[in-house]
Each structure stands twice: as C-alpha cells, then as structure tokens.
T-cell receptor, first 116, second 113 residues
Framework: GAVVSQHPSRVICKSGTSVKIECRSL??????MFWYRQFPKQSLMLMAT?????????EQGVEKDKFLINHASLTLSTLTVTSAHPEDSSFYIC????????????FGNGTRLTVT | KNQVEQSPQSLIILEGKNCTLQ??????????LRWYKQDTGRGPVSLTI?????NTKSNGRYTATLDADTKQSSLHITASQLSDSASYIC????????????FGGGTRLMVKP
C-alpha cells in the first residue's frame, strides 16, 4: 500500500493565488523529504530537500520565496506555490526517506497543478 | 559532476518481447542505485535497489544488474506486458551531501499488442 500520501492529486487555481500541497509519510518517520517538478515527457527535477525542523535546501534556480516548503513534523511536509502563474502549471511530486543511507525512497502520487 | 545517463530515451516493443534498459553513472562516492517505474500521471514506484556489492537483483519479470567497476546498470524486462508501458528512471545515491540523489532522464517504454 501507499506509504507516502500526497494531496491534492489535482488542483486548478487562478493566477495570483497560492496553492498548498501536502506530503505525508504514513507508516514511517521521514527525516528527509524531497520536492520535484516534472514537465511532460521529462524526468523529475529536484526542487528542494526538506529536513524536519530545519530550513529547506533549494536547488539552483528555484525561488525559495515562491515555493515555500515547511517540514514541521517527521510525517508532514508542505509545498506552497505562492502567487501562482500559468508557467507554474506542472506536475509536482514529493518523496520521503527514513533514516539510513539505504532507506527506501517512497514517492507520492503527484499533484497536477493547473494555473489559469 | 555527478551524472546519470539512461538509454534509450524511448523504446517501443511488442507484447511478449524482452527488453533491456541501460543506466550509466558517474556518481561518486557511490551508495546505491535504484530503478523506478513511473506510470503517466503517477509518482515513481520502486522496482529494485542495489548496493555496491550486489550484481543482480530480480523483482518478478524485472531483473536489474549492476557493474560497479564500469558504473553501469541495466534493467531487463522479460515477457513484456502492456502494463509495462511507463517511464523507467534510474536514480543513483551518493554518500556525499546527505546521500544526494541524481536522477537519470528516464526511458519511456511503450509495449504494443
């Protein structure tokens, strides 16, 4: 069964609004969570790495003020797309990993964001 | 620079046939290599995870190999089914930087009847 729950699966919002995406680890404590963006027919692009209780580490080119990440607990991380624009429309996926270098990396089912 | 290259980028095969996907990496120091299957519009699902000492690992009709000397991995799919149509992503983890992950570009497989 799914061990990482991502919500919502689809969201449509208007330009200028903010959207929050949740990523929950269901049966393990996720010390590290990752957020990705995926364009059609392309592989995953890592946006940021989130460690519980500390600030997220953003990849080069990703605006931290636009993509707010909060990892307040060992089972929940959120990604908020602020002041969304149509070019933010994409598929966003989270993943979570427990302790240990060989801990499985579990992915959420993704969120399809459409900004109109 | 850590890189993961996958080939081919896309592949079309007939149902029942076998196929092999390739993954070459330059990630160092190497921790582990994972193969994921991603159905369209879904999150990736783990197929196998291989550490330095493992050469072959199977998961049903999927068999992954790893040659740590040449830094190559392959994913072999036997007796393909229509449901195997998906993107297959190779992800390599490094001991550096908190087990940094490097993603391959994926191989898009289409199995036709």
């Amino acid at each position: 069964g799914a061990v990482v729950s991502q919500h919502p699966s689809r969201v449509i919002c208007k330009s200028g609004t903010s959207v929050k995406i949740e990523c929950r680890s269901l049966d393990f404590q996720a010390t590290t969570m990752f957020w990705y963006r995926q364009f059609p027919k392309q592989s995953l692009m890592l946006m940021a790495t989130s460690n519980e209780g500390s600030k997220a580490t953003y990849e080069q080119g990703v605006e931290k003020d636009k993509f707010l990440i909060n990892h307040a607990s060992l089972t929940l991380s959120t990604l908020t797309v602020t002041s969304a624009h149509p070019e933010d429309s994409s598929f966003y996926i989270c993943s979570a990993r427990g302790t240990g270098s060989n801990s499985p990396l579990h992915f959420g089912n993704g969120t399809r964001l459409t900004v109109t | 620079k850590n890189q993961v290259e996958q080939s081919p980028q896309s592949l079309i095969i007939l149902e029942g046939k076998n196929c092999t996907l390739q993954c070459n990496y330059t990630v160092s120091p190497f921790s582990n290599l994972r193969w994921y299957k991603q159905d369209t519009g879904r999150g990736p699902v783990s197929l196998t995870i291989m550490t330095f000492s493992e050469n072959t690992k199977s998961n049903g009709r999927y068999t992954a190999t790893l040659d740590a000397d040449t830094k190559q991995s392959s994913l072999h799919i036997t007796a393909s089914q229509l449901s195997d149509s998906a993107s297959y992503i190779c992800v390599v983890s490094s001991f550096n930087a908190g087990n940094m992950l490097t993603f391959g570009g994926g191989t898009r497989l289409m199995v036709k009847p």
